[in-house]
């Protein structure tokens, strides 16, 4: 990470991007039993500090029923900077995924598995200044799986982290 670089370690912090509200926490913190094929999340960003490093860990368990495949990107808020764009085309969703991860496949998990991702970077497809889809208040994390559960076949999020790194000074 930036804060082991002595050149930028003044200017630069580490951070932990925390959901909007409680409407995001409860997300997190309920099982993914009952949401919709696309989930989006709300993050805050470091206020006049630019993100220089962004990653994502997380344990997203299948239920027994039935796995799931998932893709992610980084969506975009609506006019008013608080509330996601509710819809994405097929081929939105495909580059965004690609630029996160490198590959074209989803992710995909068998029934009662886990996917466990550690530290895969969000900053290619995070918006930077001066990008129409940048927000200075935060950035959606999106979640796509292939179909929506239904009863008896959900998915638990066991955790979910976002960390990084930002350069202060420079907004």
């Known amino acids: 990470m930036i804060i082991g670089d002595k050149a930028t370690r003044n200017k630069a912090i580490p951070f932990e991007a925390l959901p909007f509200d409680e409407y995001d926490l409860n997300y997190l913190n309920g099982a993914l039993g009952s949401v919709s094929q696309l989930t989006q999340l709300r993050f805050t960003r470091p206020h006049f500090g630019q993100v220089v490093e962004l990653y994502l860990s997380l344990q997203l368990h299948a239920a027994a029923a039935s796995g799931f495949s998932v893709r992610f990107m980084i969506g975009s808020f609506s006019d008013n900077n608080l509330v996601p764009t509710s819809s994405y085309s097929e081929e939105e969703i495909a580059r965004e995924h690609r630029r996160i991860t490198g590959q074209d496949t989803p992710y995909v998990v068998a029934a009662n598995g886990t ?55 420079l907004l």
């Open 115 to 169: 996917l466990f991702i550690d530290d895969l970077s969000l900053l290619p497809a995070l918006p930077q200044p001066g990008d129409p889809d940048y927000s200075e208040d935060g950035f959606v994390l999106v979640f796509v799986f292939d179909s929506a559960p239904s009863i008896g076949s959900g998915y638990n999020l066991d955790s979910l982290r976002i960390t990084g790194s930002a350069q202060m000074g």
